[in-house]
Structures are given as structure tokens and as C-alpha cells.
């Protein structure tokens, strides 16, 4: 799965872009109520809330209100308190997108993800290692994962 040709932007997330519309329906193949989004990027770090955002103005322009929440700094502390916000929401039947960094750069992201219905994996070309994706994967459960989000970086 792919998502628009760079990362930034999400202000072309609307119903008539066909790049957009892949990634909505992809995503909605599976059950969720909440949904991580794993990824991240030095040279381009809100990348993954972009594209959260984006998918929130589609859900808008179809009358679904998803909640996003970011969660990339979360830390222990704070944990449990954010996952009772996401569920109090999802017991109201609201949706939830969870934007969380690479486990190898955030320890909460393993629970975060275990605790959420599905996940999707932001893969950034030039950046992301496949073993950072693949130790993401593996520790969070390879079933909780829907696909990945290719990304190609900004250009300066």
C-alpha cells in the first residue's frame, strides 16, 4: 500500500484523490475500532500524523469522525491513562488512529500496538530500515499489522 508520492501531503487527502482512496479502502478491509500507525522519520517526524490527519479529513468528508491521537513520545506514565481515552471513544463506536514511533525508539509502542485493534507500518525509502521494520513487526505481533505505508521523503 502507498500513500501519496511524499510524505506532506495530507492536505491532498480528500475524496477525489485516487491515492487516498486506496489507502481509506485498504484500511477498511479489516474490523477496527482503533488503529496504530507505526513509523517514523528523522528527516521528516510528523509524516506518520500526516498521514493520521489525512485519514481523518476522509472519514469527515464521509461523515466518520475518527479520533487521532499522538502518541510517539508517550511515555510509561502515561501509558494506561491514553489507551483508556482511546477505549472510552471506541466503546462509543468512534474510530481512533494512534500514531506511534518504531518500537527501537519508543518502548511503549509494543503494549500501544498489542492493546489496538490493527496497525499499519510506515516505511520511509532512504530511511527505514528493514530490520527496525521487521523487529516492529515481529514484537508487536506480525497479526496485528493490515500492510505498510511507503513514503518517499520531502524534498528539501
Do not use: Y
Amino acid at each position: 500500500m502507498t500513500t501519496p508520492g511524499s510524505t506532506g501531503q495530507a492536505a491532498a487527502a480528500t475524496l477525489g484523490n485516487p491515492v487516498w482512496q486506496r489507502l481509506w479502502l485498504r484500511c477498511h478491509q479489516s474490523d477496527w475500532q482503533s488503529l496504530a500507525l507505526v513509523g517514523s522519520s528523522k528527516r521528516d517526524p510528523g509524516a506518520m500524523l500526516e498521514i493520521a490527519q489525512g485519514l481523518a479529513r476522509i472519514g469527515k468528508e464521509l461523515g466518520q469522525e475518527l479520533a487521532v491521537f499522538d502518541a510517539r513520545t508517550i511515555g510509561l506514565v502515561d501509558m494506561e491513562g491514553t489507551l483508556q481515552q482511546i477505549k472510552a471513544l471506541t466503546v462509543k463506536g468512534k474510530r481512533c488512529l494512534v500514531v506511534l514511533n518504531l518500537v527501537s525508539e519508543n518502548a511503549t509502542t509494543v503494549p500501544m500496538v498489542q492493546s489496538l485493534d490493527g496497525a499499519l507500518l510506515g516505511v520511509f525509502i532512504g530511511e527505514t530500515t528493514v530490520v527496525a521494520a521487521s523487529r516492529t513487526i515481529d514484537e508487536a505481533g506480525r497479526g496485528k499489522f493490515l500492510g505498510s505505508i511507503v513514503l518517499e521523503q520531502r524534498a528539501p
